[in-house]
C-alpha cells in the first residue's frame, strides 16, 4: 500500500526542509521510499533516497497527523 512520509530535505549547509514523499508500507513503521519529493529541487540533498527502507513515525505538524522518516533500515539493492 503506498502512502505518503516526510523526509528531511538539506538545502545547505544549514538549511533544511520537510518534504513530501511517495513510499510503501512494508511492515507497521517501515516503508521503501519510490520517488522524488513533491515540489523537490533537483539541487536539494535528500537524507534518504528513492530504494531505502526507513522507519517512519507518526507525529503532529500544524495539527495533522503525518508520518516522518527518522532513521534508515537498508536499501533495496544491497538486500
Not at 512494508?26 to 521510499?33: D, F, G, P, Q, T
Not at 530504494?51 to 536499501?75: C, F, M, N
Amino acid at each position: 500500500m503506498n502512502e505518503i512520509i516526510y523526509i528531511k530535505i538539506f538545502k545547505g549547509p544549514s538549511e533544511s526542509s520537510w518534504k513530501a514523499v511517495r513510499a510503501q508500507k512494508i511492515s507497521e513503521s517501515r516503508y521503501l521510499i519510490l520517488g522524488e519529493p513533491f515540489n523537490g529541487d533537483s539541487s536539494d540533498s535528500w537524507e534518504f533516497g528513492p530504494g531505502s527502507v526507513v522507519i517512519a513515525v507518526p507525529q503532529t505538524v500544524e495539527s495533522k497527523p503525518v508520518l516522518r522518516a527518522i532513521r534508515k533500515v537498508k536499501d533495496v539493492e544491497s538486500a
